[in-house]
């Protein structure tokens, strides 16, 4: 069975730019988490989406949105880039809402030159 | 809001010691608390979850154990091997689905 994949793995832009980034979930998980690990702050939780629907937003900016396709992929957009917006991007999935455990993909490496 | 602190931040031991890694959270309300592990610059791979009516959890030679009252849980790792070394990292859900993450322990493991 495939993991969390994210795409793409490495991202350069540069400040004010908009950032795209991707995640399928494992097949048959209905829930995707957005995570951003920068350098020093640890992990923190972005964005819960559920069946298509924004569940819940951690303490982000609205600058940082995305969206939940009916398949059930994930896409989180940053615009307006900042330096500060380099991190590593994780995105997780679970099998339904609320699902105890979540299973993460392997991170998109955004810099923001 | 729920704060998670991890001590220590790096831990370096000879190979074949036992070691214990701390993790401490500010409000017991939690639904469960899991550890991972973190190889650099890659995703984290969950190792043991503990539900809050838990007490501990076991896997090879990891044991978690959870006191929610006292808002504290360690991570034995028994007979360390070099393979071991990574950053390790506890999380503690809340009814809101979040996880909330400690800044890690990182383990080296001298052969």
């Known amino acids: 069975e495939a993991g969390v994949t994210q795409s793409p793995t490495h991202l350069i832009k540069t400040r004010g730019q908009q950032a795209t980034l991707r995640c399928s979930p494992i097949s048959g998980h209905t829930s995707v988490y957005w995570y951003q690990q920068a350098l020093g702050l640890g992990l923190q939780f972005l964005l819960w989406?559920?069946?298509?629907?924004?569940?819940n937003r951690g303490n982000f900016p609205p600058r940082f949105s995305g969206r939940q396709f009916p398949n059930y992929s994930s896409e989180l957009n940053v615009n307006a880039l900042e330096l500060e917006d380099s991190a590593l991007y994780l995105c997780?999935?679970?099998?339904?809402?609320?699902?105890?455990?979540?299973?993460f993909g392997p991170g998109t490496r955004l810099t923001v030159l | 809001k729920q704060e998670v602190t991890q001590i220590p931040a790096a831990l370096s031991v000879p190979e074949g010691e036992n070691l214990v890694l701390n993790c401490s959270f500010t409000?017991?309300?939690?639904?469960?608390l899991q550890w991972f592990r973190q190889d650099p610059g890659k995703g984290l791979t969950s190792l043991l979850l503990?539900?809050?009516?838990?007490r501990e959890q076991t896997s090879g030679r990891l044991n978690a154990s959870l006191d929610k009252s006292s808002g504290r849980s360690t991570l034995y790792i028994a007979a360390s091997q070099p393979g071991d070394s990574a950053t390790y990292l506890c999380?503690?859900?809340?009814?809101?689905?979040?996880?909330?993450f400690g800044t890690g322990t990182r383990l080296t493991v001298i052969p």
């Open positions: 989406y559920d069946e298509g629907e924004e569940r």
């Open positions: 503990i539900q809050s009516s838990q």
């Open positions: 409000d017991s309300a939690i639904y469960n």
């Open positions: 997780a999935s679970s099998p339904y809402r609320g699902g105890d455990t979540q299973y």
């Open positions: 999380a503690v859900k809340t009814g809101a689905n979040n996880l909330f």
